[in-house]
């Protein structure tokens, strides 16, 4: 630095540094305005887990109940896509993104809208369209509709809480061996002794609530079965909340079980006697009738008390001021079932059309008027509305010739149930005090904050209004919080501080060591909490919350911010050493540097720019990266100018000693050697080159060798695990997957911990909670975590670990096992993405041809024929694991094909048949009961022992609704089977297959996708081409990946794109239109 | 300085060798069922109700009032009236009408007669007089003719009477109303004191020593069902027991509205436990030589590889060190409960998988577990 210009600078007036080391009072004024005005921005922040991207997707959903896929796929879906596609803020087409997509299954068809990145004000675009769907109400097919648009399909709930019943309590549990001990011992009075060592009870429990009406036709049915099968003395069993049978059987515990099991699968068709039911007790000798129930302890509160408890719960958490939303799922809506069998409703001249008249004629609400007394207003009311079903028993449903009534009663059976089949399952699974693995019946309720809030705040609140509600409700229910964001923020702000104290310490010592006296350390760690004060002030004025992409970013700045602090520090340490007094140095030295100090901070802000011109999610989700850093730079420069003079007139001095002389530099120490270094490079300076370039291409190589990935999977304590049953499963088979998939985990997850945790305090297990899901996806309770609609065939396991850091591991082990025992499901164990990609390796194949209608069935088993020619290629490879394609499989159906002529003769409608067969089988609503602040539906359904399997269709009798004809069904129809297709995909309106698969053990995707590839180049099969190939690597761990170069060189990967595009006319006999295909490398 | 770089980085090299992550592909559990000896061809079922072998309404033929009904000794030792349920012999006397003006009909009808008796004998005098004058020419041929007139007039008028009084007495003897055959009375529509008139209906009796149990069957089962045929019947309200009946009529034509064939059982009731208006169920067999075919359960079909509108199912195949499946077509047949024929393709023993074919592909290898 020339001496004028140090002499220029000195006269300077206009320096903000001299400005700061001269006047320090006001400068300590102002660094308690900075510090002020950080704590203050850090304290009213917003604080959340994921930054704030506007949802641009919504659901739309149409049922259209008993109408098979294909049929909803033309008639509904294509008709809906059109209307929608009509908006211009659809998001265009692109490899990774879609525009609209759809599903049509049998009985719903459900479609996702996603909106064009640029749109700011997605609320309005959505109104638009719900507008235009609301028109096509009345254009949709009868017994279809109506149109339900879901715009809050993306939010994500703050707090997943799950309430469970606990099990039966000790106490009740003697209360009830006692009875049913006593009931069997007087059943079996009087039978020879012989005979009693080979008597077996078969006890159900139910809770005491439940009207045992409900289960005990079941039980004598199977009652009647078992007699005849050849058991001995039957004789049934009831008592205070329970039903049972003590029968002569021979075969031990586990034969009689499976017998009950097939017994209840075949003929009856459901899976437990009832929904609150016990699983059932085996009881040989009564005296250890209590050790029997202990075995099957049911939980204590049925689904209609949790159903209370949780609509409770949710309307007190309404009330709380940052709650916006309470969803929630596993509760089975009650109902009053009225079971009748066809004789006995014949017997009397009644069909299931009259019913509803019966009890219509009764449950009246009509008004019967107001009558005006003297001055006052009288109300007059009519009773007969029925609020308890046994009141709906004693409808007179017709009068015998002589006039005395006939009940309903006497006519059909009026039970208490729920919904059945169920839509939705929750079960929770836990570990009571005394360690013993419990799993019951559970209800979750999904709560959302307010935008733009303080979740810390909002768990505070939320607890409060929890605690409160403890006094009134059971104080057993079990209460647990499956997914809570207030805890991961403070997780993840609990990490930041932790980051920044230790990256406080660590400055510290390498400024000791560096620098070798304390005061520059102390300077330096002084600078840190002032540059943080001022960035935070800065970020909270233009806006930016507090999650987890800007806490990130403040840890990587931490580094980037003493940068400047160092620099200045260093100066004014050489002015003090160039013999200037301190204040002069105190801002000298700053001001010689500031060029160097701003241009070294515009570079730095300026690398980081690059990352606001990312679009799309991606964008919306890293925006708050290079704003912060921006700050946080800036933030450096302005302390490093200011208060930095500041401080250091107070704390620098000058070295003790001389300094050493560029002489002594040279050749001494750390300087001397990289002065001889710099010697020798400059004076071989081409070869010098020529070795940088080396060291480049090198370094290009093995970058490109190293895995990919956007971001790596979050860790956190929480992962999940996706069950696909086969198409048909119903939910009872789905039910009892996830209880063989959660003995699974348990045992895998105990085995791990075992192994691995010897050293560690072993006595919090590894394993904190299951929750699961079964018939549908868990409400949204991770952003990138889509839920899946409601499907029978689908369940969401979600688990909980103690240790986060453990979740990565037992991914592997936990797929291997469950993929090698949970026979007809495919279980994929995933965890938490923050960058979602549905599946690692997938290939699409989409049917662009336009065909007659004629053809469309033709079509889509052509496209699911190449599908699996895709399938075979990929299963073909040994590193691709359930290998699948997202359509499934075909399920079988029955048709009844109703000959027009006979119906006609017979005086039968279509309309006639259907009723029977629907209101017969699923049951028909032929009322409504209200009940204090409910609707409880009443349903009419055949006895259970009338339609228990597929051969009962035949029994069928079809009632006319003109006249009063009873035909039999077979008279008129007759039975047609076949395979259907479940599900039909499309995206942006064209039948879309896509063929997925997992890699094996962690391997590089990118390894079978580029082996593959070349087997799925056009075929001789000219209809086979491979569109949109997608991949996800791995997330790189340093040292593995190091290790894995031999590995992954295979893996070879072109980062430019190429695409080719070829077209077709070839017209074989399969292929009757040209299909086009392209294919896109792996996308990042 | 050189060396220590040398080793620092070979030393990064080491930390990075990682155990190669040895994950295979599990092999795909699956379930499996051994086909069951064959099953029979289940029946179809229909409701028929019971009805009586004979119902008779017994009707008056007399009007009056009713003065009294039978009298039945009850279940709590007391006589009390007639009602449903009693039952009766032929010859009973149900109820019986007031006589009175019947009595009074006859004692009339008497009277006629011995006043036709009386005018008989006197004409029959005068005609024997007359006949004797006549023959001796003391009479005139108008006398002769006057008195045969009068005796055969006589005569006609006495039967007249006599018939007069039968006729009474018969109405008298109606005002007993007797029940014309064995059974057990279903209604009794009448009561002291009802007036009646001849067609009103008193009671109805119903001879129950048998009983029918009538359905109606379309016109593509009956070549199913024929007279001689036996059937089981079962009713809900006798639970655990079948009757046996046979078919004793085929309707000719069908009902003009359901176009179904009205079939009759004919079932022995010897205890009277069937009792009329019962709803009962009986099976029909189809056709003849239905016999057993093995059955799968109805989610074990899959779509055939090479038919587009084909069934097929995977078939266990066992090997020396793991088993396979394949994927063997089959043609379906009838729906049995829960399962479906087969009628060609796999055979009784053949083991199948039941659970888990969304996971495999033909040939591919899998683990059978319980």
Known sequence: ?1084 | MRHLCLALLALALLAGCDEEATATNPVTPVRVEIIAETMPVEPVAYSASIVAKTQVDVSFQVDGMIQSLRQVVGADGLERNIQQGDRVAEGDVLATVDPEQYQDSVDSAQASLASAQADLANARANWERTQNLYAEQSATATDYDNAKQQYESALASVNSAAAQLDSSRDDLSYTDLTAPMDGVVLTVDVEVGTLVSPQTTGFVLADTSSVKAVFGVPDTTLGDVSVGDTLGVTTASIPDTTFDGIVTSVAPSADSSTRLFQVEVTLPNPDGRLLVGMVASLRLDQGPGAGGVPTVPVDALVRGAGDPKGYAVFVLVPGAQDDTVRLTEVAIGQVLGNRIAITSGIAAGDRIVTVGMNTIVDGQQVRVVP
């Open chain 1, 1 to 1084: 630095m020339s001496d004028a210009r140090t002499q220029a600078l000195m006269a300077e007036r206009n320096n903000v540094s001299r400005f700061f080391a001269e006047h320090r009072s006001v400068s300590f004024v102002l660094l308690a305005l900075v510090v002020f005005w950080g704590s203050y921005g850090y304290m009213a922040m917003p604080r959340l887990k994921d930054p704030v991207i506007p949802v641009r997707v919504a659901s739309v959903i149409t049922p259209w109940p008993g109408m098979n896929a294909e049929t909803i796929d033309r008639q509904i879906t294509r008709l809906l896509e059109t209307k929608i596609a009509e908006s211009d803020v659809i998001h265009p087409p692109e490899a990774t993104k879609y525009g609209i997509q759809s599903l049509s299954l049998p009985g719903l068809s459900i479609i996702q809208v996603q909106l064009d990145e640029e749109i700011d004000n997605p609320e309005r675009e959505f109104d638009a369209i719900n507008l235009k769907l609301d028109a096509l109400n009345d254009e949709l097919p009868e017994g279809a509709g109506p149109i339900q648009f879901n715009s809050g399909f993306g939010d994500t709930a703050a707090l997943l809480l799950t309430m469970a019943s606990p099990k039966e309590g000790e106490v009740q549990l003697e209360v009830r061996a006692r009875d049913i001990a006593a009931a069997i011992e007087t059943s079996r009075a009087g039978l020879p002794e012989a005979v009693l060592g080979q008597r077996v009870a078969i006890v159900v429990a139910l809770p005491r609530t439940v009207d045992l009406t409900a289960v005990r036709p079941v039980v004598a049915a199977f009652a009647q079965a078992l007699a005849r099968s050849g058991a001995g003395e039957v004789r049934q069993l009831l008592g205070p909340g329970f039903v049972g049978i003590d029968a002569t059987m021979d075969g031990d515990d586990a034969a009689i079980r499976a017998g009950l099991t097939a017994y209840m699968h075949g003929n009856l068709g459901e899976l437990r006697f009832h929904p609150d039911a016990w699983r059932a007790a085996l009881i040989r000798d009564p005296a250890d009738t209590l050790k029997a129930l202990q075995e099957v302890r049911g939980d204590k509160y049925s689904y209609a008390q949790l159903g209370d408890f949780a609509d409770l719960i949710s309307r007190t958490l309404a009330t709380v001021p940052l709650v916006s939303k309470v969803d929630t799922s596993g509760v089975i809506d009650q109902r009053v079932w009225l079971y009748y069998s066809q004789e006995q409703l014949a017997s009397y001249g009644l069909d299931p059309y009259s019913l509803s008249d019966v009890l219509s004629a009764r449950n009246t609400t009509i008004p019967g008027g107001m009558m005006d007394v003297g001055e006052s207003r009288v109300l007059l009311e009519p009773t007969g509305q029925f609020t308890d079903s046994a009141e709906i028993g004693g409808i007179i449903a017709t009068t015998n010739d002589d006039g005395s009534p006939v009940y309903l009663r006497d006519v059909l059976s009026v039970q208490d149930g729920y919904q059945s089949p169920p839509q939705l399952l929750n079960y929770y699974t836990w570990q009571d005090d005394n360690g013993v693995w419990q799993r019951s019946r559970a209800v979750s309720l999904a709560v959302q904050m307010r935008d733009n809030m303080q979740i810390g705040t909002f768990g505070t609140e939320v607890d409060a209004a929890l605690a409160e509600l403890s006094q009134i409700l059971p104080n057993d229910l079990i209460f647990a919080r499956s997914s809570d964001q207030p805890e991961q923020v403070a997780d993840n702000l609990d990490l930041f501080t932790r980051a920044l104290i230790e990256a406080v310490i660590l400055v510290v010592i390498i400024a000791l060591v560096g620098f070798w006296e304390w005061r520059s350390a102390v300077l330096l760690m002084l600078s840190i909490p002032i540059t943080l004060a001022m960035t935070f002030g800065m970020i909270d004025l233009i806006g930016i919350q507090l999650q987890q992409v800007s806490v990130a970013t403040l840890i990587i700045a931490l580094g980037l911010l003493v940068d400047d602090p160092v620099v200045a520090n260093d100066a004014i340490k050489r002015e003090l050493g160039a013999g200037r007094s301190r204040v002069l140095a105190a801002w000298l030295g700053p001001s010689k540097l500031a060029k160097a100090i701003m241009f070294a901070t515009v570079t730095n802000i300026v690398a980081y720019l690059p990352f606001l011109l990312l679009t799309g999610d991606q964008g919306d989700f890293l925006v708050s990266l290079p704003i912060v850093m921006a700050c946080a730079l800036l933030a450096s420069r302005l302390v490093s100018m200011s208060f930095i003079p500041l401080l250091g007139y107070y704390l620098l001095r000058p070295r003790n000693g001389p300094e050493p002389t560029m002489e002594e530099r040279r050749t001494r120490g750390f300087s001397g050697s990289y002065y001889r270094f710099g010697s020798f490079a400059i004076r071989h300076r081409k070869k010098v080159l020529l070795a940088s370039f080396a060291i480049i291409g090198a370094g290009v190589l093995i970058g490109n060798q190293l895995k990919t990935s956007f971001f790596p999977d979050d860790v956190q304590r929480m992962f999940y695990i996706d069950v696909w049953m086969d198409n048909g499963a119903n939910i009872m088979a789905t039910a009892e997957a996830v209880e063989q998939v959660e003995a699974v985990v348990r045992r895998v997850i105990d085995a791990y911990g075992a192994q691995n945790l010897q050293d560690d305090d072993t006595d919090t297990p590894l394993l904190e909670a299951i929750t699961s899901f079964v018939g549908g996806g868990a409400p949204r309770f991770w952003f990138s975590v889509t839920p899946q609609q409601n499907d029978p065939a689908y369940a969401q396991v979600l688990v909980r670990v103690a240790d986060k850091n453990a979740t990565p591991l037992l991914v592997a082990p936990l797929q291997q096992a469950l993929t090698a025992e949970v026979p007809g499901a495919f279980v994929d164990v995933r965890q938490l993405q923050t960058n979602p990609v549905d599946y690692p390796v997938a290939i699409r194949l989409f049917g662009r041809a336009t065909v007659a209608t004629e053809n469309q069935a033709e079509a889509l088993r052509t496209l699911i024929g190449l599908g699996n020619e895709a399938a075979e290629i990929f299963r073909s490879s040994p590193l691709a694991a359930r290998t699948r394609n997202n359509w499934g499989d075909e399920v079988f159906r029955v048709r009844i094909a109703i000959d027009n002529d006979r119906a006609n003769l017979a005086g039968i409608t279509n309309a006639d048949v259907a009723a029977s067969s629907s209101s017969g089988i699923s049951g028909q609503q032929v009322g409504t009961m209200l009940v204090s602040d409910k609707q409880i539906p009443i349903y009419a359904r055949l006895d259970i022992t009338q339609r228990g399997h597929l051969g009962d269709l035949s029994n069928l009798y079809v009632y006319a609704s003109g006249s009063d004809n009873r035909v039999p069904l077979t008279a008129i129809a007759s039975f047609d089977h076949g395979l259907e297709l479940q599900r039909i995909y499309r995206i942006d309106h064209f039948p879309t297959v896509t063929v997925f698969a997992f890699p094996v053990g962690g391997r590089c995707p990118r390894t079978f996708t580029s082996k593959s590839r070349t087997s799925l180049r056009p075929s001789s099969n000219p209809c086979l081409w491979v569109t949109r190939c997608r991949s996800r690597a791995n997330r790189p761990r340093w040292p593995v990946a190091l290790a894995s170069l031999p590995r992954c060189w295979a893996c070879r990967s072109w980062a430019s794109t190429w695409r080719w595009f070829c077209s077709s006319t070839a017209r074989s006999s399969r292929c009757w239109s040209s299909w086009r295909c392209h294919t896109v490398s792996s996308a990042r």
